[in-house]
C-alpha cells in the first residue's frame, strides 16, 4: 500500500503589492488525498498555508494573507492543472479588496494632513 502522490495545481496571482508595486508571480496549490495546501513565494516574502478540505478555501486563505499584509487587487488565473499546461484557457479570478478598517482610514486621512503640514 502506497500513499497517493500529490496533485500540484499551479495559479498566477496578481496584483499590487503593499508597496503597490504591480506583481505577478506563480503559487503552488498542491492536494493530498482529501487536504490542500497553497504556497507563495514573493521577494523575501513566503506564505505557507494550514491544510483545508478545498483547493478552492486553500487559495482563499492564500489570498487572504495577501489582503491582510495590504495587497490589493488581487487575481488568479489557474495555468497547470497537474502536469497538464492550460496557458489562458482558465478565466481570471477577481478577489474584491476588503473595506478599510476606520483606524486606515483616519491613517490615510492623518498622513495627507501631515504631507500637507496641517496639524
Known sequence: ????????????????DDRDRGFNRQAQVIGQGEVY??????????????????EEEALQRLIQVLQDRGYTQLRTQRIFQ???????QELWVEYPDPEPTEVQRISWFMRIRQFLGIR
Open 37 to 54: 495546501r497553497a504556497s507563495l513565494r514573493y521577494e523575501a516574502l513566503q506564505i505557507n498555508v494550514d491544510v483545508v478540505p478545498t
Open 1 to 16: 500500500m502506497h500513499s497517493q502522490s500529490p496533485l500540484t495545481n499551479v495559479y498566477h496571482i496578481a496584483g499590487l
Open 82 to 88: 497537474g502536469e497538464q499546461y492550460l496557458g489562458n
